[in-house]
């Protein structure tokens, strides 16, 4: 089960949430809440808002349709800051002249996902399935690359 957070017009550019947003990827939820707890950007403390709304999240979810879901075992699975609107704006500029300029919007999605045992035991099986087609492709092409015995 996944569960998502919005933010959607935060008026700070993506590229600065997305140096935030990479600190916290992949990170279980607790880890996540103090890393943006101490961190030192201005976008921070927004960004953990969100965090804790997807929590929230989850959990009203699970209380409502009776899902089985441990809080303690959500992660960030993805957080993601896309371009929202631009603001265009003008300066001053000597001799009369203006320069214009973008205030840049974001929008930001932060989606928690559930780890559990059951799943990394899929992912193993699938990869070990994928390990042997690979064998089997390189064996072919190790054939195909030999030379030929002449007779």
């Not at 919005?6 to 550019?13: D, I, L, T, W």
């Not at 949430?17 to 890393?35: F, Q, S, W």
């Amino acid at each position: 089960m996944e569960f998502t957070a919005k933010a959607r017009y935060m008026r700070v550019s993506p590229q600065k949430v997305r140096l935030v947003l990479d600190l916290i990827k992949g990170k279980r939820v607790e880890a996540a809440l103090n890393t943006l707890a101490f961190t030192n950007k201005g976008v921070a403390p927004s960004i953990l808002k969100l965090l804790r709304s997807a929590v929230e999240n989850a959990n009203y979810l699970s209380a409502e349709k009776g899902l089985d879901v441990d809080l303690d075992n959500l992660y960030v699975k993805s957080a993601i800051a896309n371009e929202g609107p631009r603001l265009k704006r003008i300066r001053p500029a000597p001799m009369g002249r203006a320069y214009r300029y973008h205030r840049r919007m974001s929008h930001i999605e932060i989606l928690l996902a559930e780890k559990s045992k059951a799943g990394k035991a899929d992912t193993e099986a699938v990869s070990e399935e994928r390990l042997t087609e690979l064998l089997k492709r390189a064996e072919k092409v190790a054939a195909r690359r030999a030379p030929k015995a002449s007779k």
